[in-house]
């Protein structure tokens, strides 16, 4: 495969993710959108990885890192949506003030 072919591929989850991020209010959404962001920064790692040297593995490793990373980005992040909606019963981002002075 082209490292074209994945480069576009990556782009266009990256452009669907930050337009998740951007314009969704649940907050379950924007944790999606980012787990999309990352999966088009790892579709990066490997891509350019196999193109410069496919017999090293630095890329993967990267790539590796980046998904415990976002798995744990996922777990804390789903721990506090969870504790808000205890207290909020909402899930809308446009509702979570509870940093506000």
């Known amino acids: 495969m082209q490292l074209t ?8 989850l990256f452009c669907i993710g930050i337009y998740g991020l ?13 787990e999309l962001l990352l999966n088009a920064v790892n579709l ?8 410069l040297d496919g ?5 993967q490793v990267f790539a590796v890192f980046v998904i415990t990373v976002a798995a744990a980005e996922a777990a804390v992040g789903l ?5 808000i909606y205890r207290n ?7 509702k979570f003030n509870l940093l506000k002075w």
């Open 5 to 12: 072919y994945v480069l576009i591929l990556a782009a266009l």
């Open 22 to 34: 951007v314009t969704s209010r649940n907050a379950v959404r924007v944790l999606m959108s980012i």
């Open 44 to 51: 990066n790692l490997i891509g350019f990885a196999n193109y």
């Open 55 to 59: 017999q090293q593995i630095k890329g």
């Open 79 to 83: 721990a506090i949506i969870l504790a």
């Open 88 to 94: 909020r019963d909402t899930v809308d981002m446009e």
